[in-house]
């Protein structure tokens, strides 16, 4: 059987520092390989993703990527868009525009730009909200409890390409303070099965000069049944259903996530009202672990 060999790369996101974000392979020059073949790779590495490099099909696009969990193929997730961008430039290519990425990907056209502190941001893709009915609020509220959830930001599914229902508690002790085991972890299962949402995004306010604004934590409650170390496209959601809410603490703020499993996911996120529909820009550091070859 022959074979070719291709660049790798495997990339820890949300984080300047190796081992504290959330991990990602990047598989370059992917085309020929087949959807099946792809998702083999994917549950191969049995990383939260694998992206696949692939040249663009729309002009206006530096590169495409395909993006699989161990289980499913997604069209969009945030810290495979942040990684799979950091890799390509880390490899040595020349953005079309200086200081611009145009990624392609399964929801169409996402862009990148560089931020001031070197970092990278990504535009949070458009969402659809949707909140929870009374009887879907009063189920989770018997599941997480009355009260710790705050309700004066009300849960709601928000899918930007990957759908999370967002819920907010009181402060970041309770968020971290959660545990959904045994029948907590499946009322919870039934509701997000409901809502069509792939988990659940739990967030909480830290005190005034905390390590940041938010702490946030993910829950995979479907295929998948593991906390998420830091999910960009739950960040980006966050950041959607909190304008939406008018409940942004700023022009910019900055989230926590993956503390409950030993990680420091570092998350940016700031509005450019400039622009039509007050776009989010979903940003954070990203640092190369392993560079080196892959044979397909």
């Given amino acids: ?63 495409r990527v395909r993006i699989f969990t161990t289980a499913v193929e997604l069209p969009f997730a945030g810290h495979p868009t942040l990684g799979s961008a950091h890799a390509l430039l880390d490899s040595g290519y020349t953005p079309k525009t200086a200081g611009r990425l145009v990624q392609e990907c399964g929801v169409g056209l996402v862009a990148l730009a560089e931020q001031i502190n070197g970092e990278w941001a990504f535009a949070a893709p458009p969402a659809t909200i949707v909140p929870l009915t009374g009887a879907q609020n009063d189920r989770l509220a018997a599941t997480l409890g009355a009260a710790v959830i705050d309700f004066s930001a009300p849960p709601a599914a928000v899918n930007n390409g990957a759908p999370w229902l967002v819920v907010r508690v009181q402060d970041a002790a309770q968020c971290l303070a959660l545990s959904l085991q045994g029948p907590a972890r499946e009322s919870l299962q039934t509701l997000v099965a409901e809502v069509g949402t792939h988990g659940i995004a739990v967030y909480g306010p830290h005190e005034p000069g905390g390590p940041a604004t938010f702490e946030l934590r993910v829950i995979l409650l479907g295929a998948e049944n593991i906390e998420d170390p830091v999910t960009g496209s739950a960040n980006a959601a966050l950041a959607t259903l909190l304008t939406a809410q008018d409940k942004r603490p700023g022009t910019s703020f900055t989230v926590r996530q993956g503390t409950a499993l030993d990680r420091d996911g570092r998350v940016s996120i700031a509005y450019d009202d400039e622009t039509s529909g007050a776009r989010a820009w979903i940003g954070g550091a990203s640092v190369t672990v392993i560079d080196g070859t892959f044979r397909l």
């Fill in 1 to 63: 059987m022959s074979s070719r060999t291709v660049q790798f790369k495997q990339v820890d996101v949300f984080t300047p520092v190796p081992f504290k974000g959330n991990p990602l392979a990047v598989i370059f020059d992917a085309e020929g390989l087949s959807t099946e073949r792809m998702q083999e790779i994917a549950r191969w590495t049995n990383l939260s993703e694998t992206a696949f490099l692939l040249p663009p099909t729309d002009s206006r696009a530096d590169y």
